[in-house]
Every structure is written in structure tokens, then in C-alpha cells.
């Protein structure tokens, strides 16, 4: 199970930070990230982070906004996205990863449940 929190509604320009824990079935894990939907797109992979090769991925459109950490515990990982913008908003989903390569190909081993981000004035 992975339960993700911190969505909500914020100005273009400003901060919001995704929380998402990992219990059960779903942990452990050593690869956590997330993607985001559109309504009527397909799913994006936004991030990912690999604590055991000690490796991060990011995609273009999110880089050097947004930042992926692991948590104090292992099966916990968070993403903090700054400089918002009205292309972010989304529903982002938490997943546990078999493995992710640099081109943002990625095999997803669990899916939590999305959680809403909106960025509008």
C-alpha cells in the first residue's frame, strides 16, 4: 500500500511538497518516484530516486524545479516542487519501481492512489 498526502491548490509561482509512505506488499523497496496525470493524456513519469544504486531521475519539463528525497525512513519519499506552473497540475500518483533508466523508461511495481495538484489563479 502507498498512501501519498501534501496535494491541494496553490498560485503559479509557489510550493507545494508530496508525501508518500510505503507499507505491506509494496515495501521494502529501494526505488520510490512519481508520475502525474492529465485527464485524456497518458502517465508521466515526473521522478524517481534509486537509494540503492544512489541514482535520481528527473523529467525535462520538472528539472531544476522539482526535487525527489528519500525520507528518514526507508519506505517513505517526498517531492518537493517549487516555481509551480499552471502545466503542473495534475493528479500525481506515488509508485514503487523495478528499475528506471535515465531516458524516463521505467517499470512501476505498485501504484498508489493519486493525489490532486492544482496550480491556477
Known amino acids: 500500500q502507498l498512501q501519498a498526502s501534501g496535494g491541494g491548490q496553490v498560485l503559479p509561482g509557489g510550493s507545494l511538497r508530496l508525501s508518500c509512505k510505503a507499507s505491506?506488499?509494496?515495501?521494502?523497496?529501494?526505488?520510490m518516484g512519481w508520475f502525474r496525470q492529465v485527464p485524456g493524456k497518458g502517465r508521466e513519469f515526473v521522478a524517481g530516486?534509486?537509494?540503492?544504486?544512489?541514482?535520481?531521475y528527473y523529467a525535462e519539463s520538472v528539472k531544476g524545479r522539482f526535487t525527489i528525497s528519500k525520507g528518514t525512513a526507508e519506505n517513505e519519499v517526498s517531492l518537493q516542487m517549487n516555481s509551480l506552473k499552471p502545466d503542473d497540475s495534475a493528479v500525481y500518483f506515488c509508485v514503487t519501481l523495478n528499475y528506471f533508466r535515465e531516458d524516463g523508461t521505467a517499470s512501476v511495481r505498485y501504484w498508489g492512489q493519486g493525489t490532486q495538484v492544482t496550480v491556477s489563479s
Open positions: 505491506g506488499s509494496s515495501y521494502p523497496t529501494y526505488r
Open positions: 530516486d534509486d537509494w540503492q544504486d544512489d541514482k535520481k
